[in-house]
């Protein structure tokens, strides 16, 4: 079986290639470097001991799209291509409704004409926004904050459209919450171009001395410690809930969306404690005021990913932070090949 994974060289479409290698499905990654760098792919074969094939280009590009399925034996995709920065979401609101859903539309599309129906799609707890009841699960409102978030929910909305238009369609929608850390052989990691806005990578570059201090946004939060609270999960879990969405494809129709969490919260001080520990020396922190758009407290009710997948996390706070620090300490990034 072939699946293609569209952003397969970004941070959690590698980990995607690397789980689906270890569960022994072949990859063929499409991307268009926009926001990865080509000597992933290298650390990719090595990891999956085998070639792993590549398309280079944009998932908006249905001629590519269509060269891509004729020419490889597609059974299934990975949708991760996407931009997902919240900030720069409301400055560029084009490119992401651009990128995000009619990169989707031209996907679902080829694929259709192809007759490929398995798709997995890579959604966001963001779609859930600051939910009334915790922990959240999949029947909670909608209430994207951000241009980003808006983007998600309307190709969740037209991917269930599609499932219900046609029975041969087999799709599922994975909200993710906050995946963190990276391979444990540390050739694949998360590596932000330029400031990271994510909590983890700015702990990892603050430890590493690429930042003097690590800014905790908002101490006034109606949380135990007062820091803001999420739901942080480990990338390789994360790649790993893809490959039971796939297996459970194989025999069932129609749409399927699912929360991707631990099921537990973290504070900001929690994790930089965590984190402390993991790489053994202390960050220098300082308290500033809340970031904008940020919300008290999410975490995921994974229950639902449970009972459907057979899927839970098995890594926890401890492992994210200790293998986010291996990453950090061979480089961080892929500047070296
Ligand atoms: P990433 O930026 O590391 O990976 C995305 C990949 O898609 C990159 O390799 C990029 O070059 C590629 N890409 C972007 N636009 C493309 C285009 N038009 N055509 C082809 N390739 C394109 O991001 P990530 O963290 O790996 O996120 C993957 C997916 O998961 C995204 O859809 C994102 O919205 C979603 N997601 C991420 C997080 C997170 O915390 N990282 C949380 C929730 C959801
Ligand atoms: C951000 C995105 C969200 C996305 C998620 C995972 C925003 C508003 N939201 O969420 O849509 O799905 O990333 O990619 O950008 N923090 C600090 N100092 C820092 C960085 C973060 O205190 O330098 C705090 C934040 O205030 C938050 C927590 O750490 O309480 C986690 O932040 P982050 O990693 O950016 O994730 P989210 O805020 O959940």
């Not at 790993?240 to 297996?247: Q, S, T």
């Amino acid at each position: 079986m072939t699946v293609l994974v569209t952003g397969g060289a970004g941070y959690i479409g590698s980990h995607v290639v690397a789980a689906l290698a270890r569960a022994g499905m072949r990859a063929l990654v499409l991307d268009d470097f926009s926001n990865s760098s080509r000597a992933v792919m290298p650390r990719l074969e090595r990891l999956a001991g085998t070639h792993v094939p590549l398309v280079e280009g944009d998932v908006r590009d249905a001629t590519l799209l269509r060269d891509t399925f004729a020419r490889h034996p597609i059974s299934a995709v990975v949708h991760c291509a996407g931009l997902k920065a919240v900030g720069e979401s409301g400055e560029r609101p084009l490119a992401y409704w651009d990128v995000n859903v009619n990169g989707s539309f031209r996907l679902a599309e080829v694929m259709g004409e192809a007759g490929v129906a398995t798709l997995v799609f890579s959604s966001s707890a963001t779609v859930y926004g600051q939910p009334e009841r915790l922990p959240v699960d999949e029947s909670a409102p909608l209430k994207p904050a951000s241009v980003y978030g808006r983007t998600k929910r309307t190709v969740e909305d037209f991917l269930r459209d599609l499932a219900a238009s046609n029975a041969n369609w087999r799709i599922a929608i994975l909200r993710y919450f906050n995946p963190a850390g990276a391979h444990p052989s540390a050739l694949i990691g998360e590596a932000p171009r330029g400031r990271p806005n994510n909590l983890v990578p700015f702990l990892c570059r603050t430890a590493a001395g690429e930042f003097p201090e690590l800014s905790i946004f908002g101490t006034d939060y109606p949380t135990p410690d007062g820091t803001g609270i999420r739901d942080y999960l480990h990338v390789d879990d994360l790649a790993e809930g893809h490959v039971a969405a796939l297996r459970y494809l194989a025999d069932h129709a129609g749409a399927l969306t699912l929360n991707l969490g631990m099921g537990r919260g973290f504070s900001v001080l929690e994790v930089v404690a965590a984190f402390e520990r993991a790489c053994g020396r202390s960050v220098t922190k300082s308290f500033a005021p809340r970031r904008d758009g940020d919300i008290a407290c999410v975490y995921a009710d994974p229950a639902r990913a449970q009972r459907v997948l057979g899927w839970s996390t098995s890594r926890d706070l401890d492992a994210i932070c200790a293998d986010a620090w291996r990453w950090q300490a061979a480089g961080g990034g892929y500047e070296k090949g």
